[in-house]
């Protein structure tokens, strides 16, 4: 069984930036594709970013965040800059077993708890 807990969500201002992270344990992280996720209020969960061979990012914040990862640390990051009050919302981590550039929420196998981000127009 893996776990994963995100961290490092907080609330910033329009433009800021947040880094967050997603740390692994109980399983063979580098073998999984690492999915980040979110869900605004009152809104469905949507795909942002995927890292496994390669990265993939949703159109909305492609060129505003990054994803990467340490093997090293079991850890996926996300980075996210040029923040907009449209980036309000809870963001998951998810573990693909399949090691795809899914953006599809079924395809992910485990998932963390989430950490809010709140950005302030």
């Known amino acids: 069984q893996v776990q994963l807990v995100e961290s490092g969500g907080g609330l910033v201002q329009t433009g800021g930036s947040l880094r967050l992270s997603c740390a692994a344990s109980?399983?063979?992280?580098?073998?999984?594709?690492m999915g980040w996720f979110r869900q605004a209020p009152g809104k469905e969960r949507e795909f942002v970013a995927v890292i496994s061979w390669s990265t993939a990012y949703a159109d909305s914040v492609k060129g505003r965040f990054t994803i990467s990862r340490d093997n090293a640390k079991n850890t996926v990051y996300l980075q996210m800059n040029r923040l907009k009050p449209e980036d309000t919302a809870v963001y998951y981590c998810?573990?693909?077993?399949?090691?795809?550039?899914?953006?599809?929420?079924?395809?992910?196998?485990?998932w963390g708890q989430g950490t809010q981000v709140t950005v302030s127009s």
């Open positions: 998810a573990a693909d077993r399949g090691f795809d550039l899914s953006t599809t929420q079924a395809r992910y196998d485990y």
């Open positions: 109980g399983g063979t992280f580098r073998s999984y594709a």
